[in-house]
């Protein structure tokens, strides 16, 4: 059975002009876009299948990316049903001068494993095995509220 850090991804963006909005940060949207890629990612590694996006919910937007700047996605997957995942994904800017890293946006999602027909399939059940994976699940579960 997979552990809840096995199921950890980290991805990095460099915010350029393109990525920005009118008042030079990252627009929102495509925050958006890498966190649901990053959390997609995560489900497949936990399942080591297909998945696909069946919600993506919660979403908050706290502070900005600067053009430029650096954007840090993690995710990983706290809870299992039979053929879904839920994972917290999270995008924070952070600083390559000193690796401070600053929430900046949040999101609670759910995939579902598929097979090559797309049809479900399920996943594996969750453990979770060390204090740093009980502190990420708790942290999960309590930004549910």
């Not at 627009?27 to 997609?40: A, D, I, K, P, Y």
């Not at 937007?61 to 299992?80: K, M, Q, S, T, W």
Request: proline share 3%; net charge negative.
């Amino acid at each position: 059975m997979p552990a809840l850090l096995d199921s950890k991804v980290e991805a990095r963006r460099l915010v350029l002009p393109a990525d920005s909005n009118a008042i030079g940060t990252a627009h929102g949207s495509n925050v958006l876009q890498w966190m649901e890629r990053t959390g997609t990612m995560s489900a497949m590694h936990f399942c080591r299948g297909d998945v696909i996006t069946a919600g993506f919910d919660r979403g908050r937007f706290h502070n900005r990316v600067p053009e430029g700047g650096i954007a840090l996605i993690d995710a990983y997957v706290y809870e299992v049903g039979t053929s879904s995942m839920t994972t917290r994904v999270r995008c924070f800017h952070e600083n390559h001068e000193t690796g401070e890293r600053t929430l900046t946006s949040d999101a609670k999602m759910v995939s579902v494993a598929v097979d090559d027909d797309g049809e479900t399939v399920e996943v594996p059940d969750l453990t979770i095995e060390s204090d740093a994976g009980h502190r990420l699940h708790d942290e999960a579960r309590n930004a549910e509220t």
